[in-house]
């Protein structure tokens, strides 16, 4: 019985591009992959594109018996043992026994949460994660070193290499908080881990959802070669071709980002395919054997998935076969795809068919998630490509009477105007089938920018990262000149993580960005000069009048602020108000010249809303602190306003207008300036109100004020309040960013990896498990108790140079590793720690503050 996706059962059309209006439109928003010949998505449909055979092979070949034993070809990856332990919090102890399948699944898992620009830390909904791996026999690595790895516990080696905590780990350590969910069906896994990720989405399981697969081996695996088994003898995939004998081992990995279309069309995201349908079945008992497979399970699953995507078979461009070169395969495959697509279509010819394998060797458990980005990319590029090694068909496949055309070069992808339309098939050892049929996404258009000036925000986890983060961010403008900059800055704004290095560009309509993000002017591309930390925000209003240019400004520019001006203009007294309206004061008229401030600083702050910054506290002083109030949500504007217009009636008349006026309490800190002192009661009494508004804004406000200062009233530069955004964001503040029209997000480069090598080879030979560490059996008196601790720290998480200060968690530790460091200071010090002690002291300083209290001596006994 087929599990289907949950969609209608509506007849079979030809069927317009996709939109918002399906509800089970599932949209892929971003992709990542690493595969033999490509580390990146980018290359990776270069190597495709360009017919490129990525299949390492070797001269060397084993004989036994006079039979060939192992085959001398392999897709291999690029350094696979190399990680960047750092960025995702591990230690390198940690980092050497978690597998490089496991490492490489967890960066790409980043890699595309990026290209989706999805932060999970902002996101608003659950995502999900869905895939497998292969077994790659690195934990039995592990075992068989055990004695370079001291105090390394069978745990750590299971958690670290067992394919069942691969995804559980990727959930972990990128805060995903909808389902984790691991996925085994053999060759079918990444396919069926799209498919169960699509069923998620349409339940309401998550909000989007990660789905794919890692293959990868270290030691690089030798595959054995067995007469009339699945291996090629000569190390060549030839899928489809009479010269076919098998296919080729090889690594890889890779993940998509998925999300309901009318969700991923709401919030702008760049939609590169969309799946309209998907399923899953097993071919049961109908084969001639387990291993073998089956015609009407082939077929079943494909009928299944058109009928769940409701299309007509004929609309269909391409299929990306499951293609593994094998002489039964192939024409079993070809049959089952020409009996579904007969349901529908009598025609020849017209549908494409190739297979990854021939480029890159059959990926194992990721084989489906390499054809299903393949085919997004040929969607989205418009380009089928080739399928290499083909020249004689298949003397068993019958293509001139059936629907399809091996792709031999590589093909621009022509259309009547219906959208392209593609079917990508992994088929699992065992009998699980898959299907997924694609079909090309239509993106809406932005609007036209509004603002004069964009705000660029780049962050990275050192200065080093951030360095390359802009110069790549700098070589992709000059690639993309057409590119939106109101997008780029949107996306920067509000799809990527937030981390502590961090530097902004400001860039005006019209100009070009690469200039500004090359360093050529220093007051407009700020970097800061520290790490940042989350700061609270106050805004500090001043008391005196406007400049007119300041004030012209932003009445050209900014609505929030034209929107203010009005609303004071019709508070005010008539003859009051159409003065406002000008944004003039008669000279000697200190009445309007107080509305002014008044509106000004009301004003200011609904732009730096309108942008996302909300004040934690306000101050302010003279007819600032009538802003200060409005703000703060303790005087209603009305109120305000007829304030303004007789605070030179005398404090006593003041505090008489005040007592009639009901002060609510507010909704922000109102804060007292120099020293930040809350006001607490204060806030709602009548006399402590006129005694601000009769105060004189002092030169520095709020000095003494324990977190960010914005000076509301004050002249400001070209670019504000981008500029002030930046600096704010540059010192750690929260932006709630708010998009400048109708925006889009954008693919933009991935925040690099510093990776190195992290590896246990298996190279050497094993000797005996040390009963504990040899550093632990050195004679440790005459040492004092921080400097053996910070050893001990550092030794157990691989890192040297750890410092006294520095934080066993905030540096890779968890609580299984606490328990080798517990169990190693409890040998030394011959002192009674509690397994929780780990979270009461996490830094060396402290647990040696701990031992010398729990010690007679204070020193190692």
């Known amino acids: 019985m087929h599990e289907l996706a949950r969609r209608g059962d509506g007849p079979a059309t030809s069927g317009a591009a996709n939109d918002e209006t399906d509800e089970n439109a599932i949209a892929v928003i971003g992709m990542a992959c690493r595969f033999p010949g490509a580390r990146n998505l980018e290359e990776y449909w270069a190597n495709l594109v360009g017919g490129v055979d990525s299949v390492t092979r070797s001269a060397e070949r084993t004989v036994t018996g006079g039979q060939d034993r192992y085959v001398p ?10 990680f960047d332990a750092e960025h995702f919090g591990l230690s390198p102890r940690e980092a050497r026994l978690i597998s490089p399948q496991h490492r490489v699944f967890l960066e790409c898992a980043a890699e595309a949460l990026e290209h989706a620009n999805c932060d999970p830390q902002r996101y608003p909904g659950p995502i999900g994660v869905f895939g497998g791996g292969a077994h790659t026999g690195y934990g039995e690595v592990l075992r068989a070193q055990r004695a370079q790895l001291p105090g390394v516990t069978e745990w750590e080696i299971l958690l670290g290499s067992a394919q069942d905590f691969m995804i559980a780990r990727t959930a972990y350590k990128l805060g995903l908080t909808g389902p984790a969910v691991n996925v085994q069906a053999a060759c079918a896994t990444s396919l069926v881990a799209v498919h169960t990720a ?27 070669y067995t007469p009339g088994g699945i291996i090629a003898k000569d190390g060549v995939c030839r899928a489809f071709d009479a010269r076919a004998n098998g296919t080729v081992g090889s690594d890889g990995a890779g993940l ?67 293609g593994t070169g094998t002489p039964l395969g192939d024409p079993i495959e070809i049959e089952a795809l020409t009996q579904a697509f007969r349901e529908g279509t009598d025609s020849t010819g017209f549908c494409h068919i190739g297979s990854v394998k021939t480029n890159i060797g059959h990926t194992d458990v990721a084989a489906g998630i390499a054809g299903l980005i393949k085919s997004v990319l040929a969607l989205s590029r418009g380009v089928i490509p080739p399928s290499i090694h083909f020249e004689t068909p298949n003397p068993h496949i019958d293509f001139d009477n059936g629907p399809f055309r091996v792709v031999t070069e590589a093909l621009e992808w022509k259309t009547d105007g219906s959208p392209r339309r593609a079917g990508v098939s992994s088929f699992g050892i065992g009998g699980t089938n898959s299907h997924v049929v694609l079909e090309e996404a239509t993106s809406p258009m932005s609007t036209d920018a509004g603002r004069a000036v964009h705000l660029l925000p780049v962050s990275a986890r050192t200065r080093a990262a951030l360095d390359v983060l802009t110069r790549d961010l700098t070589e992709h403008l000059r690639e993309h000149p057409a590119a939106s900059l109101a997008d780029i800055a949107w996306t920067l704004q509000t799809g990527r993580g937030e981390m502590p290095w ?41 008391g005196r009048p406007p400049s007119e240019e300041s004030v012209a400004r932003l009445l050209r520019d900014e609505p929030a602020f034209r929107c203010a001006l009005g609303e004071v203009a019709d508070a005010a007294s008539p003859g009051l108000g159409a ?48 802003a200060a109030g409005v703000v703060a949500g303790t005087l209603r ?99 709630r960013w708010r998009p400048d029209g109708s925006r889009r997000k954008v693919p ?26 040899d550093t632990d059996r050195v004679d440790e008196r005459g040492t004092d108790t921080l400097t053996t601790v910070t050893r001990v720290f550092g030794e157990t998480l691989g890192m040297p140079d750890f410092e006294a200060r520095h934080d066993f968690f905030e540096h890779g530790g968890d609580s299984l590793i606490s328990v080798d460091l517990l169990e190693r200071l409890r040998r030394i010090f011959q002192v009674d720690l509690d397994p929780l002690s780990i979270f009461d002291a996490p830094t060396p300083a402290e647990m040696a503050r701990l031992i010398d209290d729990g010690t007679d001596a204070g020193e190692p006994t």
């Open 748 to 773: 933009l480069p991935h925040h690099p990896f510093d990776r190195q090598r992290h590896i246990v080879d298996a190279a050497a030979p094993a000797g005996p498990e040390p009963d504990e560490p």
């Open 502 to 542: 961090r530097r902004f560009a400001l860039v005006r309509e019209g100009e070009d960005p690469q200039q500004v993000l090359g360093g050529g002017d220093g007051r407009r591309l700020v970097s800061s000069q520290h790490a940042a930390d989350r700061t609270p925000v106050a805004f500090a209003f001043s």
């Open 198 to 224: 699509v069923q998620a989405l349409l339940a309401g399981d998550c909000d989007a959802a990660l789905a794919g697969a890692a293959c990868v081996h270290h030691p690089e695996k030798h595959t054995p």
């Open 579 to 626: 003065l406002v309206r000008t944004a003039e004061a008669p000279a000697g008229d200190g009445r309007v010249a107080t509305l002014l401030t008044l509106a000004n600083g009301v004003g200011e702050a609904r732009v730096l809303a309108a942008r996302g910054l909300q004040p934690a506290a306000v101050t302010g002083h003279g007819a600032g602190a009538l």
């Open 73 to 82: 070809a392999r897709g291999l990856l690029t350094d696979p043992e190399w």
């Open 637 to 735: 504007l009305t109120d305000a306003c007829a304030l303004a217009e007789h605070l030179g009636d005398g404090e006593d008349r003041v505090v008489e207008r005040l007592e009639r006026i009901v002060l609510s309490p507010p909704s922000v800190e109102i804060v007292r300036s120099p020293d930040g002192r809350t006001m607490t009661a204060e806030a709602r009494d009548p006399r402590t109100w006129a005694a601000l508004l009769a105060s004189v804004t002092p030169e520095e406000p709020l000095t003494e004020y324990d977190g960010r200062v914005v000076t509301i009233g004050e002249p400001h530069d070209e670019d504000f309040p981008e500029s002030t955004l930046g600096r704010l964001w540059l010192a750690g503040a929260r932006i």
């Open 256 to 322: 998509v980002v998925l999300k309901r279309l009318s969700d991923a069309l709401a919030d702008g995201d760049t939609v590169h395919a969309v799946v309209r349908g998907t399923a899953v079945n097993n071919d049961g008992s109908l084969r001639p054997g387990f291993t073998a497979p089956s015609v009407q399970g082939q077929t079943e699953v494909i009928r299944a998935a058109h009928h769940v995507s409701q299309i007509d078979p004929g609309t269909v461009g391409y299929v990306e076969a499951h």
